[in-house]
């Protein structure tokens, strides 16, 4: 791996060591620049999770991915920096309760004192990596998340505002490798069942709050409110995702 190349993708150039501040350096800056967005399976373009591939994608050609790709690649290069990462399958909750199968979505334990769980794939999750084995619940800015034990499983939930917590998803601790995830990867680019293939999304963490591209709506969330306006075109929509998203089809 070109680490340097990666680093530069994602905007550090300074020294890191492993440790918590540079891990949520690392988490922060790759969140900020590297977009949520599932457009190769609406150009027809397989996914790989071939690190090569992955490399390829987001650091060469500058384009983000969905969980699999992000994580997988983040874990690369956390590994190649020196942390202990551990991949994690975790099914996401599903708004009419339940959760999904197995290996839908991944997450990365990355151990130092103690373990943390991190994830720059989760579409609108947590900004910075959160304590695996803390009992209370860990704020975020307008959020907090807490993790708690479900037998075999651990949950992570969601409150914004101070609101009813919400579950994101649940995982276990057992390792898995990269190519544990390509049953699933492979049904979220092919099966008319997956969200991902309904429709087009482009989404990337700001400082201020969220810009998502879905379909050819542009939305921005920041702490004042919400705006919302619709694209004209193909010609429009591929301008707003090169100028707002640094993404080029």
């Keep these: 791996m070109d680490t340097p190349a990666y680093l530069e993708r994602i905007g550090l150039d300074t020294p890191l060591d492993v440790s918590l501040d540079s891990l949520r350096r690392l988490h922060l800056a ?29 650091v060469t050609r500058r384009r983000g991915g969905l969980c699999h790709e992000l994580n997988g690649l983040f874990c690369a290069l956390l590994r190649e920096l020196g942390f202990r990462v551990t991949m994690l399958s975790a099914e996401t909750a599903r708004q009419s309760g339940g959760f999904s199968p197995a290996y839908d979505h991944l997450a990365l334990r990355v151990d ?21 084995n803390d009992a209370a619940d860990q704020p975020q800015g307008e959020s907090a998340y807490l993790i708690i034990p479900d037998g075999d499983y651990r949950v992570l939930l969601r409150s914004d505002q101070g609101g009813d917590w919400t579950p994101q998803y649940r995982f276990t601790l057992q390792p898995h490798a990269l190519a544990d995830f390509a049953d699933r990867c492979r049904f979220h680019q ?19 709050g969220r810009l998502t591209l879905s379909g050819t709506r542009i939305v921005e969330t920041i702490p004042a409110g919400r705006t ?22």
């Design 112 to 132: 130092l004192d103690e373990p943390w769980l991190a994830d720059v794939g989760f579409g609108n999750g947590f900004r910075l990596p959160v304590r695996l």
């Design 30 to 58: 790759h969140l900020y620049t590297v977009p949520f967005e599932n457009l190769d399976i609406h150009l027809g373009r397989p996914l790989s999770l071939d690190e090569a591939a992955l490399f390829d994608k987001v």
């Design 190 to 208: 092919t099966s008319p069942e997956s969200h991902f293939t309904q429709g087009r999304i482009c989404a990337l963490a700001t400082p201020q």
């Design 228 to 249: 919302e306006s619709d694209l004209a075109g193909e010609t429009e929509y591929a301008a707003t995702l090169r100028a707002r998203f640094g993404v080029v089809e």
